[in-house]
Nanobody, 115 residues
Framework: QVQLVESGGGLVQPGGSLRLSCATS????????MGWFRQALGSARELVAI???????NYADSVKGRFTISRDYAKNTVFLQMNSLKPEDTAVYYC?????????WGQGTQVTVSS
């Protein structure tokens, strides 16, 4: 059974940084795409960043220039470096993978940006 375990969320002041990690286990096949989504209270889940072996990386306009997604292919781990955080970045962040056409989600990690 595929499992995704996120870590690195927390409370940070505006302008601060956080680094999210998502480790995967249980997958015996190649993971095509890894990424991060987020869901703020009362809002729909939205794409934050995606990293894919074919298309490279893609970011939501709201995080371009501030967030960086990276991947450790050997460990099937994906990271999200978040800099210059803003209060509007407050949300639950979900790790996402697409493996042979099947999507999998992590349990989510809370990121709160507040002074």
């Amino acid at each position: 059974q595929v499992q995704l375990v996120e870590s690195g969320g927390g409370l940070v002041q505006p302008g601060g940084s956080l680094r999210l990690s998502c480790a995967t286990s249980g997958s015996s096949f190649d993971i095509n795409t890894m990424g991060w989504f987020r869901q703020a209270l009362g809002s729909a889940r939205e794409l934050v960043a995606i990293i894919d072996g074919d298309i490279g990386t893609n970011y939501a306009d709201s995080v371009k220039g501030r967030f960086t997604i990276s991947r450790d292919y050997a460990k099937n781990t994906v990271f999200l470096q978040m800099n210059s955080l803003k209060p509007e970045d407050t949300a639950v962040y979900y790790c996402y993978i697409l493996a042979q056409g099947t999507p999998y989600w992590g349990q989510g990690t809370q990121v709160t940006v507040s002074s």
